[in-house]
Nanobody, 121 residues
């Protein structure tokens, strides 16, 4: 019913920038929140950024001041601008969307497949 697709990952040198995009599509009535997690092998998935429908934002301490999440645009796409990247930012990045469906009053969370970010030193 809902698809979440990330793009924009890749290889970048330390100090560089990348912009990830995440698009939610399908039977969406409204979006309550969208955000990003990241995960490296052997570690728990870490929530790094999120934005609500009221434009409230959350950033993990590890990315605060370097990453910026944009509110969803008319196409239900959010962007994660990542600046001053560090080797420790290397991870698989996963986007989620918490949406209200057109045929249900409940909110559901949907995940994308992930996009890989590698920061070389």
């Amino acid at each position: 019913q809902v698809q979440v697709v990330e793009s924009g990952g890749g290889l970048v040198q330390a100090g560089g920038s990348l912009r990830l995009s995440c698009k939610a599509s399908g039977s969406i009535l409204s979006i309550n929140a969208m955000g990003w997690y990241r995960q490296t092998p052997g570690k728990q998935r870490e929530r790094i950024a999120a934005i609500t429908s009221g434009a409230a934002t959350y950033y993990a301490d590890s990315v605060k001041g370097r990453f910026t999440i944009s509110p969803p645009n008319a196409g239900n796409t959010v962007y994660l601008q990542m600046n001053s990247l560090k080797p420790e930012d290397t991870a698989d990045y996963y986007c989620y969307a918490e949406v209200v469906l057109t045929d249900s009053p409940r909110s559901f969370r949907y995940w994308g497949q992930g996009t890989q970010v590698t920061v070389s030193s």
